[in-house]
């Protein structure tokens, strides 16, 4: 028996009964974190593009649109919710994995709404398919910098599919199917990062994958059975003959299961995670000594040539962009003493003061173990936080790093932090009882006997954002 054929017996065999307490705790935590980035990304000018796109193709009203008042077919809602969720990187991360959630949850929400499914139903898909993207992505020796491909979007549509097809009922036969359709579906190419395609190809495309291969496998149609281990395949593709080793995989599946090891962290910043500790670093220094951007001279940022593959963008253009620029997301911390929603709207990356604040923001690359990323890292990697100086105008110098961020599996947000964090992100759309009602409904989802009920309150329709528009 193949590894395709075990990882798809797995999501077949699987009930949720079987899956440990503390596994379905935090994927319910990890569920009310992708919701919340869904529900801010909404608002933002990729997702209202997409949903007027949506509108405009019609599609039988069996799947709800996060924030667009509306329901379409599955597969555009897919489409749709994966890249709201993903428009802001606000999203969850993993190791080797990338943003988990973000291309599996929208998927399995899309078929369950269609379908009434229980939450239980939910809940079991959304963990199977964060174990089969999770755990195959372990086993390779994937480095981001030197590859083209979004190694994001092939290990999520194989994340997608499996927990597509669990929803659907699926067989192991069709499930095999559905991964080996699923990944030939995928698409992301590296040259398109910065651009509207990032969100909606590393996220939303995986998840309308994802059905549309359950879809079609549940009708009969066939690919490759082993898509995982053949020549030619998903990881020789990704990364390359002899650079992987899947023997024993299947013993490791549930054993525990991906969400509570190696584990999801929450983001506390909708930034760039290459960005993550240094920002707290940054901040952390701000607070910590009681500084205002008025003392601030410059402040110098220690991080690696391999991170600039990510951060690209040293004058973003545009708010996406500037999740993904150092100086943008440090500049924004010093000027203001936090980072949040706000810090990317249009008037906020064209105020005179952050373009002033952002050229007082050095780029060093000091000889340290920084976090390399999460395509790149391991769960046994040792590494450090980027190490942040701040001096100021009277000759004063101040130093941090951060090596461990607040919503990281070993520094998890409280309930308190997750549940701001959800209203923060809701108020484009919900009104606070809406949010208060939405949170609770979805920490309690195994009690959920129809999903419906709190999908119905997620796709009241939204305030659209002001962000730039540019060609992206």
């Known amino acids: 028996m193949g590894t395709t054929e075990k990882v798809a017996e797995f999501v077949v065999q699987t009930r949720f009964e079987e899956i440990p307490e503390r596994a379905v705790e935090l994927a319910k935590r990890a569920a009310l974190d992708c919701l919340a980035a869904a529900l801010a990304g909404c608002a933002e000018p990729t997702s209202q593009k997409l949903m007027s796109f949506a509108r405009e193709l019609g599609g039988k009203p069996e799947s709800a649109v996060v924030g667009g008042g509306f329901r379409t077919g599955a597969l555009d809602a897919a489409l749709v919710n994966g890249s709201s969720a993903n428009a802001q990187d606000y999203n969850d991360c993993g190791v080797k994995a990338g943003h988990p959630s973000v291309v599996v949850l929208p998927a399995v929400l899309a078929l369950a709404d269609k379908r009434r499914a229980t939450g239980r139903d939910v809940l079991t898909a959304y ?51 559905a991964m080996g359709i699923a990944t030939h579906l995928a698409s992301g190419l590296r040259a398109n990062h910065g651009t509207m395609m990032a969100p909606m190809m590393s996220a939303g495309n995986s998840n309308r994958a994802g059905v549309l291969a359950a879809l079609m496998a549940q009708q009969g149609i066939t690919a490759s059975p082993d898509i995982i281990e053949a020549k030619s395949g998903l990881c020789d593709t990704l990364a390359g003959r002899g650079r992987y080793n899947l023997e024993g995989l299947d013993k490791e599946l549930g054993n525990p299961f991906y969400v509570v090891s190696p584990g999801i962290g929450l983001k506390t910043h909708a930034v760039c995670h290459h960005t993550e500790r240094a920002v707290s670093a940054a901040l952390q220094i701000m607070a910590e000594h009681h500084l205002t951007y008025d003392d601030v001279l410059e402040a110098d940022v220690g991080t690696s040539e391999a991170a600039l593959h990510v951060l690209a963008f040293q004058e973003p253009a545009d708010s996406y962009q500037g999740r ?142 002001a962000t730039v528009e540019t060609t992206r």
């Open 127 to 177: 963990i199977l398919g964060l174990e089969v993207q999770g755990k195959v992505g372990l086993r390779l020796d994937y480095k981001q910098a030197e590859h083209p491909l979004n190694n994001m979007s092939f290990l999520g549509s194989l994340g997608a599919a499996a927990a597509a097809a669990k929803i659907l009922n699926l067989d192991v036969l069709q499930t095999r199917m």
């Open 324 to 465: 993904f620029s150092m100086p943008y997301v440090i500049g924004c911390a010093l000027l203001d003493g936090k980072v949040t929603l706000e810090s990317f709207t249009e008037e906020k990356l064209n105020d005179p003061k952050v373009k002033e604040a952002c050229k007082k923001v050095r780029l060093s690359f000091p000889d340290l173990p920084i976090w390399p990323g999460l395509m790149d890292v391991r769960p046994d990697s040792k590494f450090v936080g980027n190490p942040v100086t701040v001096r100021t105008r009277d000759g004063r110098s101040y130093a941090s790093r951060v090596d461990i961020p607040r919503g990281d599996p070993a520094l998890p947000l409280s309930d308190e932090e997750l549940l701001a964090k959800f209203a923060d992100c809701a108020k484009f759309t919900l009104s606070s009882e809406e949010t208060s009602r939405a949170s609770k409904l979805i920490l309690d989802l195994d009690k959920l006997s129809d999903v419906r009920e709190v999908i119905d309150i997620l796709m009241k329709p939204g305030k659209v954002k």
